[in-house]
Nanobody, 115 residues
Framework: QVQLVDSGGGLVQAGGSLRLSCAAS????????MNWYRQVPGNERELVAG??????TTYADSVKGRFTISRPNAKLVYLQMNNLKPEDTAVYYC??????????WGQGTQVTVSS
């Protein structure tokens, strides 16, 4: 099993920055891909960014050039969010995909961007 703890959310003005953290514990050596998702009430969860164990990154078009995902080690993933917009307001969730397809989710962290 893998446990994920998300943190770093908060209230920020438009144009500001936040860095989200996802701390993993347990069988972290089995993690293949780490992703950040976000969800607004009433909407489906949206993929924001991902990073593989080999360091390959992917981003949603809406955040390209503003967000950066990084994975300094097997137990930690960051999402650096710059030039935040009100439409980035959501609960952000970290997700770990293990080598055999099992998925684990963090508890979520609220990001609110005021205009």
């Amino acid at each position: 099993q893998v446990q994920l703890v998300d943190s770093g959310g908060g209230l920020v003005q438009a144009g500001g920055s936040l860095r989200l953290s996802c701390a993993a514990s347990g069988n972290t050596h089995l993690i293949n891909v780490m992703n950040w998702y976000r969800q607004v009430p009433g909407n489906e969860r949206e993929l924001v960014a991902g990073i593989s164990s080999g360091g390959k990154t992917t981003y949603a078009d809406s955040v390209k050039g503003r967000f950066t995902i990084s994975r300094p080690n097997a137990k930690l993933v960051y999402l650096q969010m710059n030039n935040l917009k009100p439409e980035d307001t959501a609960v952000y969730y970290c997700r770990a995909a293990l080598q055999f397809g099992t998925l684990y989710w963090g508890q979520g962290t609220q990001v609110t961007v005021s205009s």
